[in-house]
């Protein structure tokens, strides 16, 4: 059983891909024994009106999500009708956490407006995704360059709100040591696998965070959906890490 923290449906708008309707995403993750998938829209980053998709990815996830996709809306904290998209995602549509992109919405952590979107995101106990990057550098469109967010402000606000739950998507090897790990042992932060690269290096990753900071997320389909699996494969972990990187430690997230 795989609990997958990091898929997004929809199309990408800067590279194609085979998986571009729910219901090859859906078949695929059937395939690799994925159970649950944790799955925000590929218009979050760029569309203003964050209701009407977050609206169209309830309504995608219940027609063709099988059981499988669970919706993780989008807010904008520097959009002025941010806190109603944040109480409709909770009281509206039943979701258990939400998905951020303060490097397509321009805000850094410690902006006043994400202050006060953490407090509440806490107050109503939803997960809050942060989505450090979409694309490698390297791949990214020449005029939509958009660099990694800085989480460095979240070792100052993580331990003055004991009551959020974070996790980290897309970051691996771009996070200091000296940031991660305070982070990691806190119990409040987790971290998603698909960015995190080399031979070995997830059990290095593990290592530094301890297993229980660690949720499996592929980042598909713009990755593919295999390297997660593979990754956790290689890691020669115990029967038991592997269960809760792969399932245990998501449930714990999102109960």
Request: aromatic content about 6%; hydrophobic content about 40%; some cysteine.
């Amino acid at each position: 059983m795989i609990v997958d923290t990091n898929v997004h449906l929809g199309r990408w708008p800067f590279r194609g891909s085979p998986w571009s309707t729910t219901a090859a995403i859906v078949g695929k993750l059937r395939s690799a024994d994925v159970t649950e998938a944790w799955a925000s829209s590929c218009e979050a980053p760029f569309d203003k009106d964050l209701a009407g998709v977050n609206e169209r990815l309830v309504r995608e996830c219940r027609r063709a999500g099988e059981g499988i996709l669970l919706p993780f809306g989008s807010v904008n904290p520097k959009l002025p009708d941010w806190r109603d998209d944040l109480r409709r995602c909770h009281a509206s549509h039943g979701m258990k956490g939400i998905r951020l992109y303060p490097g397509y919405h321009d805000y850094k952590l410690d902006d006043p407006a994400a202050l006060e979107l953490f407090e509440l995101a806490a107050a109503r106990k939803l997960l809050v995704q942060i989505v450090v990057q979409m694309e490698d550098p390297r791949t990214q469109h020449p005029l939509m360059q958009v660099p990694p967010v800085e989480i460095t402000p979240l070792a100052a606000l993580v331990p003055k709100r004991p009551e959020l739950k974070l996790q980290i998507l897309n970051s691996s090897s771009i996070v200091s040591d000296q940031v991660l790990v305070p982070l990691a042992r806190s119990n409040q932060v987790g971290f998603d696998i698909a960015m995190i690269e080399g031979l070995g290096g997830l059990a290095r990753f593990v290592e530094k965070t301890g297993v229980n900071a660690d949720l499996s997320g592929s980042h598909f389909p713009l990755f593919y959906l295999e390297s997660a699996i593979l990754k956790i494969r290689e890691g020669g972990f115990s029967q038991a890490d592997t269960t809760a990187i792969q399932s245990g430690n998501a449930r714990r997230s999102v109960p």
